[in-house]
């Protein structure tokens, strides 16, 4: 045979079994075993904090693997409970051969809840069998301490062997890692049960005796700990406290009920829709990190357990109509990040909104930029977009004018440093730097080409970035007068007029009947198909001819795969269903496309994108949609088929059932006025009915609002109250 003239890129592929579980900065990853071996699945582990602080926590008995028993139905989002039980054992005394072989039976249960900075765990080895058995038992415990971006693949510039101490007697076992950022991370065990026979830095063992019916229970403690090698009488003031298992996860609970008891109510004629909606709050949740600002999504589970700037924005403008605390704690978070110097590494410029933080000890020590990293050239416009959207949803003018000297450098930013001077456009020059080349939503390297699928020399104009700019220029040239900054409102209009007018005679594709993914820094269209357009649908930028011609050309075969709309059309030079960008479909893409149809009253077009939206919600465990799923088509008795590194919770994903709910209703705000416009429903609904929508302007009232199927036409009606209607759901709980 020849040689073989390819590179190789491995997928870390995810399995759907896999279990995930967060809480705040801590997060884990394991099968349905419980038991956690990176040895055997590279990405299953305890993390926090951007590093994995536990590797290894296995249990055997007799030296045999126990055999997981599947829960069926819906998993409990606060602790995970594991069943497990020994292979059918024969016991037969090699003293006295003839005597009738006795049949062992042994099961386990284990109890696992995460705390902000570690985990508790109860377990109990049971005999099942009529006699006294004894059996050995090990625990492998092990802390390997990497950064989550070597988990993912990235090498370390340090070939320095990484040294793990470890210290341990009788119930209790430490592993300490001195980092090269000058701090020192630990994970420190205890174990409350039978005395062990052993304990190393493998783990613990033990030999049972446990009479007939009889069982050993355990209760492990977990926590995870860095602080300043400067500062090593830290390490002696981390006593390992925490609450009770049963208390966690009954102060788990709580939070969620009163996190969810903030939702509106949806019933609907399908009770499976209703149960999307529920675990959307669930998940969101579950995504949501304290801060000093409130409650922020982090963007996604395993990979992205941190803050997006653009993920976490337009998850804010999804939820908004629902949930407008949550806008209001992003806004306020990431308005504290913005950017305050030029930092060419970091891709930082005063004014720029974030694209995201990490931590860990490659952040840190500046082997990947992505500690506070700002290589996003939609994050600033989208913020903007949201904290427009945010006033007219509550009508806070008063927050308006506290967040004004973000907006402010915001739009500076956008002046000195966003636009082309050449062409009015916002633009971006992409890293060289192990940062990212193409910075707008689609960031794979190879996401923006022309039709000959030449990647397009930069700078770069995206038309989705335009339209959120255009949307955030109309926008505060109503709001900025309220405030008092007439000659700011002024400005935005004149500037809202002249990048239409530019947008649509350098973007619009007559032949294609679609705008054009981007320009490029030649000033030469991007002439390929692609879900960005829609995006132009939510600014005001097009004439409504020309909106119509647009919604119906998204929906046409190329694009359209039966589950939604494709981020690439199938006859481009680059498309592949089996791609993070180009050709695969994305849930939060399809939901703002949505929501552009609406605002444009595309009745037909929104309810058959709806439709496809929804139907796919059916075939995804837990009806979760996935951060992407393939762009293969739609087949009669086939589901979607999830693109296979894809996150599951995705903060915008989930939130993207919120933002199509109120694209049906065609929810509109005016400073706390709650409206609607055009509805409609797709076929697989008869009815909506959305409970308690807070008014969040002087009334303080409550709208309640549905939608009925009447023939071919979607009726809808809105009621106000100054209550909360009662809740089915509440009275449940």
């Known amino acids: 045979m020849g040689s073989f003239p390819y590179e190789i890129h491995p997928l870390l592929i995810l399995s759907p079994l896999d279990v995930i579980y967060k809480n705040s900065d801590n997060f884990g990853i394991w099968p349905p075993s419980g038991d956690i071996d990176s040895e055997e699945f590279s990405y299953h582990g305890l993390y926090w904090r951007g590093m994995r602080f536990l590797s290894r926590w296995t249990c055997r008995v007799l030296d045999l693997r126990p055999v997981p028993l599947i829960e069926q139905g819906r998993r409990d989002p606060f602790c995970d409970r594991i069943h497990r039980v020994l292979p059918v054992l024969t016991y037969f005394d090699p003293k006295f051969p003839k005597k009738p072989r006795l049949v062992v039976r042994l099961s386990l249960t284990q109890t696992r809840v995460l705390d902000a900075s570690g985990f508790l765990e109860s377990f109990v080895l049971e005999n099942r069998s009529p006699f006294q058995v004894t059996v050995p038992l090990s625990w492998g415990t092990g802390c390997n301490f990497d950064d989550m971006f070597e988990v993912r693949g990235f090498p370390r510039r340090s070939n320095v062997l990484r040294a793990v101490e470890w210290a341990g007697s009788g119930k209790n076992s430490e592993y300490l890692y001195r980092g090269e950022d000058g701090r020192v991370r630990a994970t420190r065990i205890s174990v409350s049960g039978p005395h062990p026979a052993s304990v190393n830095k493998e783990g613990w063992e033990w030999n049972l005796s446990l009479p007939p019916g009889g069982e050993a229970p355990f209760e492990f403690r ?366 939060h893409d399809n939901a703002m496309i949505l929501w552009g149809m609406s605002r444009h009253g595309l009745v037909r077009p929104l309810e058959r994108l709806a439709g496809g939206f929804f139907d796919g919600l059916r075939f995804f465990r837990d009806q979760r949609p996935p951060e992407l799923y393939c762009g293969f088509v739609r087949k009669e008795d086939e589901g979607p088929v999830a693109y296979p590194t894809s996150c599951s919770p995705q903060a915008w994903s989930v939130a993207s059932v919120f933002m199509a709910i109120g694209a049906l209703a065609g929810f509109r705000f005016d400073m706390g006025a709650f409206m609607t416009g055009l509805s409609g429903l797709p076929a697989c609904l008869d009815s909506l009915s959305i409970r308690n929508i807070p008014v969040c302007g002087p009334e303080k009232a409550f709208v309640h609002y549905s939608i009925r199927r009447d023939g071919h036409k979607a009726m809808s009606s809105v009621t106000m109250s100054s209550t909360r209607a009662d809740s089915d759901l509440s009275k449940k709980n």
């Open 222 to 587: 977990v926590r995870f700990s860095e602080w300043k090698a400067a500062h090593v009488a830290k390490k002696k003031e981390l006593p390992l406290k925490q609450g009770t298992i049963d208390g966690t996860i009954r102060r788990l609970k709580n939070d969620y009920l009163h996190f969810q008891g903030r939702w509106p109510e949806i019933s609907t004629s399908d009770p499976f829709f209703d149960r999307c909606f529920r675990q959307a709050v669930q998940d969101l949740r579950i995504l949501c990190t304290p801060s000093r600002e409130g409650l922020v999504p982090y963007a996604g589970l395993p990979w992205f357990a941190t803050v997006f700037g653009r993920d976490a924005l337009i998850t804010g403008l999804s939820t908004l109509w629902a949930f407008p605390d949550l806008s209001r704690s992003i806004l306020l978070l990431l308005g504290r990040c913005q950017a305050q110097r030029k930092d060419p590494k970091r891709a930082a410029e005063p004014g720029k909104i974030i694209h995201e933080m990490r931590s860990g000890e490659m952040a840190n020590t500046g082997e990947i930029p992505f500690g506070r990293y700002y290589g996003s050239v939609d994050s600033t416009p989208l913020y903007l977009v949201l904290a427009a959207q945010y006033t007219l949803r509550t009508g806070d003018l008063a927050f308006l004018d506290r967040l004004w000297p973000v907006i402010e450098r915001a739009f500076k930013w956008i002046e000195d440093f966003g636009t082309d001077p050449r062409t009015g456009f916002v633009v971006y020059r992409g890293d060289t730097d192990g940062g990212l080349v193409q910075q707008g939503w689609k960031d794979s390297e190879d996401s923006v080409f022309h039709a000959d699928g030449r990647i397009a020399p930069h700078p770069i104009a995206l038309s989705e970035v335009q339209s959120y700019l255009h949307w955030a220029y109309t926008a505060f040239g109503r709001l900025a007068p309220r405030i008092g900054r007439s000659r700011h409102g002024k400005t935005c209009q004149e500037r809202a007029n002249r990048l239409r007018k530019a947008f649509i005679a350098a973007f619009w594709l007559p032949s294609l009947r679609t705008f054009a993914l981007a320009v490029d820094g030649n000033g030469n269209p991007c002439s390929v198909r692609t879900s960005n357009a829609g995006h132009v649908l939510l600014s005001g930028m097009v004439h409504p001819r020309m909106a119509n011609t647009l919604g119906k050309s998204l929906l046409e075969e190329d694009l359209w795969s039966g589950w939604g709309i494709r981020t690439l059309g199938t006859r481009e030079a680059r498309f592949n269903p089996v791609s993070y960008h180009n050709g695969s479909v994305w849930p």
